[in-house]
């Protein structure tokens, strides 16, 4: 079962940038479509961003224009450039397949405030 590692969390201020790295233990090639998943204190996860094995995106209606989901299926890596981040995109971010989900990792935090 492939495995994810999530990195490139952090504080940042509203209107600030970050990009999350996905480092997945094996290939993720055949894998359908990859999704970045984010868990808000007290609220349930949530998939913010999906990308096919074709590279069709798709993201969560609010985010459309601020985030975007890349994947490289050489490097097994995908990516989540987050711009014009609010403190409401305060969360815990994972990565992980879309159907048939693997085990969780530990994901990344990334906190928006000044």
């Known amino acids: 079962q492939v495995q994810f590692v999530e990195s490139g969390g952090g504080l940042v201020q509203p209107g600030g940038s970050l990009r999350l790295s996905c480092a997945a233990s094996?290939?993720?090639?055949?894998?359908?479509?990859m999704g970045w998943y984010r868990q808000a204190p007290g609220k349930q996860r949530e998939l913010v961003a999906a990308i096919t094995s074709g590279g069709s995106t798709n993201y969560e209606d609010s985010l459309k224009g601020r985030f975007t989901i890349a994947r490289d299926n050489a490097k097994n890596t995908v990516y989540l450039q987050m711009n014009s981040l609010k403190p409401e995109d305060t969360a815990v971010y994972y990565c992980?397949?879309?159907?048939?989900?693997?085990?969780w990792g530990q994901g990344t935090q990334v906190t928006v405030s000044s």
């Open positions: 094996g290939s993720i090639f055949n894998i359908r479509a």
């Open positions: 992980n397949k879309v159907l048939g989900p693997s085990s």
